[in-house]
């Protein structure tokens, strides 16, 4: 999971991308008064697409007359907070928009202020709030304030009724209130709330409250355009609604809805923003009282049908030309989903090209690889308009996706040559399929991961278990030239992952301590470079070749086996962090960045100890000479291996509790524990072999590590410790010692020593590689809850 800074650090990078090819952050160069329907971009008239007054009241004569009126009767200001005093226009505002809403309505400064009077003030410590994973960031950012005075707060999956009552069920034991937080209309996919299936879990429910924000729900759909949320919800005494005066009302601000006149005053008088926020100004606020008045008027039904006549146009127009659509719902938005950022950008800027701008819907606002064009459509639009921009996309979505099909398959044009494809990939999904020579000679030296390697891995995790997470199926990947060449070679296994694997200690802690009652909350099918039980450089290039044209043929078999193995996420991991070319390449490619922890080599391994201690440093010398060739002879070492002495099932079970006293504190990359069986397959593998280190005085094994020999480099990919040792007998510094002295003896090159424990490696000797995984995910839910926990772990 990406830290704080590192999402801010890709918000930067993908916005800055996007603005600069002219698709995001632009203004207008209108000198003549704004239409609605049209703007001027670099001197050029285009239609927009890109407004949210659904219902072109902003510029409706009576609108603006009434701005005028309150300019001359009120000013252009009344400056003071409404904990002080509010402007006339309030009262009346407020009896309106009661009427109009059918609920006791407070008005503050902007919908996302409302958020931040009211939710502090009702929700309470001991309640818990359940919010959809995609509910509009405002309400995010309120719910942020609740976590700082204790609130417990989680994330549902998105419209995912079954999982949410499940949570119901569980929090109502410890919590006084259940808090479930939705947007009415979603603002990019543009897809509803399930409101029946919310109306019926209230009635189910006592303690279940709901708080839904219906920005882009008001005015154009409902009763008095109340929205959809209140024509299902409204009434109900344990429903707030936040409805926006902006968008589809035409003026500003924004409107709580309360079931009761208590709870209204209540976030009055105790709500922060109400105190020390400024308030609407006149101007906007008699534009209010107009759109109020329009919208219980009875004009206001036949302006919504004729907005759904746009919306019905669009839609089937889009189904007529195969314009795929995130969802068909009766809303003013449209979003055409396009996979990644570069495809969006593509059709964005074509589509500009004929006239018609429209929004870029991109990360994080959606996935990265649901990248898209977001459409609003308004009574401003003609029929033309919607025709002309229908008929834009029909030109520019399918040749922009047949491009994006070819670069993931051949690296657009400079891939297909006059005599057929110039790349090709194979697809294995057993080691025995492979070239064991060429394999082991390009990756081969990187891990675990020779061709025997893996047939051991097939062994023991590729056959059905009694637990999911020992399932393992491999994928194996060779892309080739003309000449069958390798350009590519690499390989990814489909298991099951806990989500917080790349998160922070302390967030892997808050997940485990859920996992006490539930032992696969938040796991998922991954889809990963590597395995589990490797590590190093997965990832062959040949960077003389057509090594982007290669990446874009395995990106594109890699999402195709992911889909069929049902994996949410595909992670690329463990790339040189400085490998800046190739982390540009796979980032343009929808891959987040993601950090990991340093891995450590050993090199060169030759010589004896006077030699080694004479490359250390002075500080580093006497460390290891008091706390580590100190106890070489408190300790017996055995070397088990395949063909040797008849192991018991006792030893092993010791051993593997070694193993498991290790793997419960490894929070640092979370994983599952590996299968009891694990150590008797790799003794019956020449690949792997045992450590055992047993103290003199006691006879008793208090540390054990788990050793891959390859033809030239060495890699303890295991270790097992008992903690009581580990300070007064040096038990683990004792295991890296005999690896090294191990290596030696073997003759190996280089002792790949893994991640985790950084200061105790780098006193041997050992330097650090940084490293870092790429993530695609097919959507935010569980990233979501754990930028939550982190937050929770923070606030700790």
């Not at 064009?373 to 029909?394: K, P, W």
């Not at 491999?474 to 070679?489: E, I």
């Not at 072999?689 to 094994?701: A, F, I, N, P, Y």
């Amino acid at each position: 999971m990406p830290t704080a800074e590192e999402r801010l650090a890709i918000l930067d990078e993908v916005l800055t991308e996007a603005a600069g090819k002219g698709l995001l952050q632009l203004s207008p160069d209108d000198v003549a008064p704004l239409d609605g329907r049209t703007i001027s971009l670099d001197g050029r008239s285009v239609v927009s697409f890109g407004s949210c007054s659904y219902l072109g009241l902003e510029l409706d004569p009576r609108m603006k007359q009434a701005t005028i009126d309150a300019v001359l009767r009120y000013g252009t200001q009344f400056s003071s907070s409404r904990g002080y005093l509010s402007s006339p226009q309030y009262l009346e505002l407020e009896t309106l928009l009661s009427q109009m809403f059918g609920g006791h309505v407070l008005v503050t400064p902007t919908t996302s202020l409302g958020h931040l009077s009211t939710l502090p003030v009702l929700v309470d410590s001991t309640d818990a709030v359940l919010l959809d994973h995609q509910v509009h960031a405002s309400v995010q950012m309120a719910a942020n304030q609740l976590r700082v005075k204790g609130t417990a707060v989680d994330l549902v999956r998105h419209n995912h009724m079954e999982r949410l009552e499940a949570m119901i069920n569980r929090l109502s034991k410890d919590h006084d209130r259940i808090w479930y937080m939705a947007d009415g209309v979603y603002s990019m996919f543009a897809d509803l709330a399930p409101f029946a299936e919310l109306r019926a879990l209230l009635d189910k429910y006592p303690q279940l409250w709901l708080y839904v924000d219906d920005s882009h729900g008001v005015g154009w759909a409902g009763q008095h355009g109340r929205g959809p949320a209140l024509d299902v919800l409204g009434g109900h005494p344990r429903v707030i609604a936040a409805c926006s005066l902006n968008k589809s009302f035409g003026a500003a601000g924004g409107a709580i809805v309360f079931p009761d006149a208590e709870l209204r005053r209540r976030v009055k008088t105790g709500g922060g923003p109400m105190m020390f926020s400024g308030p609407i100004q006149p101007p906007l606020l008699g534009a209010a009282i107009e759109s109020a008045k329009i919208h219980l008027s009875d004009e206001l039904p036949a302006l919504q049908a004729a907005l759904r006549e746009r919306v019905e146009l669009f839609t089937s127009l889009c189904s007529e030309h195969g314009i795929p659509l995130a969802t068909t719902d009766t809303t003013p938005i449209r979003y055409v989903p396009l996979g990644l950022p570069v495809v969006a950008h593509d059709v964005i800027g074509q589509i500009l090209a004929d006239g018609y701008y429209t929004n870029l819907g991109t990360f994080p606002a959606v996935p990265m690889k649901h990248a898209g064009v977001r459409i609003t459509l308004t009574l401003h639009h003609t029929v033309e308009d919607i025709r002309g921009l229908v008929e834009s996309l029909a030109r520019h979505v399918p040749a922009a996706l047949e491009r994006a099909g070819e670069a993931a398959k051949r690296r657009h044009a400079k891939i297909v040559g006059e005599h057929g494809p110039a790349l090709a990939i194979e697809h294995h999904v057993s080691a025995d399929a492979l070239n064991a020579a060429e394999w082991d000679t390009l990756l081969g030296e990187r891990g675990t991961f020779t061709v025997d390697g893996l047939r051991f891995l097939e062994r023991a995790f590729g056959q059905p278990g009694e637990r999911p997470e020992d399932q393992w199926a491999f994928h194996y990947y060779v892309v080739r030239d003309r000449a069958g060449k390798a350009v590519l070679a690499t390989f990814f296994t489909a298991a099951l992952w806990k989500d917080d694997m790349m998160a922070s200690a302390a967030v892997s802690d808050l997940v485990e301590a859920r996992r006490a009652e539930d032992p696969y909350y938040l796991t998922s099918t991954t889809f990963g470079m590597g395995s589990l039980l490797t590590e190093g450089d997965h990832l062959y290039l040949d960077r003389n070749a057509d090594w982007k044209g290669a990446l874009d043929l395995l990106m594109a078999a890699v999402s195709e086996d992911a889909r069929a193995a049902g994996a949410g996420t595909i992670v690329f991991r463990d790339l040189h962090a400085a490998d800046l070319e190739l982390a540009e390449a796979v980032r343009e490619r929808g891959y987040v960045k993601t950090s990991l922890p340093q891995s450590l080599v050993y090199e060169p391994v030759h010589g004896g100890d006077a030699e080694w201690l004479a490359k250390l440093s002075v500080k580093a010398r006497v460390h290891q000479r008091k706390s580590v060739l100190a106890f070489d002879d408190a300790y017996e070492v055995e070397w088990l291996r395949a063909g040797g002495r008849e192991v018991s099932d006792a030893e092993l079970d010791h051993l593997y509790a070694l193993y498991l006293a290790v793997q419960a504190r490894g929070r640092d990359l979370n994983s599952f524990p590996l299968p009891k069986g694990f150590l008797r397959d790799m003794l019956a593998h020449p690949s792997w072999e045992l450590m055992t280190l047993r103290l003199k005085e006691s006879g008793t094994v208090v540390a054990f590590g788990a050793h891959f020999v390859g033809t030239r480099h060495y890699a303890p990919m295991v270790v097992g410790l008992d903690y009581d040792y580990t300070r007064s007998h040096g038990a683990y510094r004792q295991a890296l010692r005999q690896a090294v002295l191990r290596a030696r003896e073997l003759g190996s090159k280089r002792v790949l020593l893994g991640m985790g424990a950084t200061f105790e490696k780098t006193r041997f000797g050992a330097h650090v590689q940084e490293r870092v995984a790429f993530a695609q995910a097919s959507d935010h839910y569980s990233s979501e809850v754990l930028a939550a926990l982190a937050a929770d772990s923070h606030g700790a």
